[in-house]
């Protein structure tokens, strides 16, 4: 009996460097907004200074600059309103409340 062989194959250009495209600071600490294009498509990821955390996929297959800029520029609308990472979802924004109730 043989062991099968496993060959890992990469295409050419299939994930690009990332780019940072904007900062913002909410009260669980800086983040950064990375675009990066994979398989030909740009995704938008949310991610903290650090490294240390959670890393959020804001959108993917993203094919039009002015509907990245507009994202980009939505997502850190709602960070400043809300102090909360967006990606986070509504979950995030209830823990906060009732907290505060408390």
Do not use: F
Not at 21 to 36: C, H, K, N, W
Not at 38 to 44: M, T
Request: charge should be negative.
């Amino acid at each position: 009996m043989t062991t099968p062989t496993v060959i890992e194959t990469r295409r050419a250009g299939q994930t690009n460097a990332r780019h940072e495209l904007a900062r913002y600071t909410v009260s669980a600490g800086e983040r950064i907004i990375y675009a990066r294009r994979v398989l030909g498509v740009v995704r938008l990821v949310d991610e903290p200074v650090d490294g240390d955390g959670r890393r959020y996929v804001i959108e993917r297959e993203l094919t039009v600059m002015a509907e990245l800029e507009a994202i980009v520029e939505d997502y850190l609308a709602q960070s400043a309103i809300w102090d909360v990472i967006p990606a986070a979802g509504c979950c995030a924004l209830l823990a906060e409340q009732s907290e505060a109730k408390r």
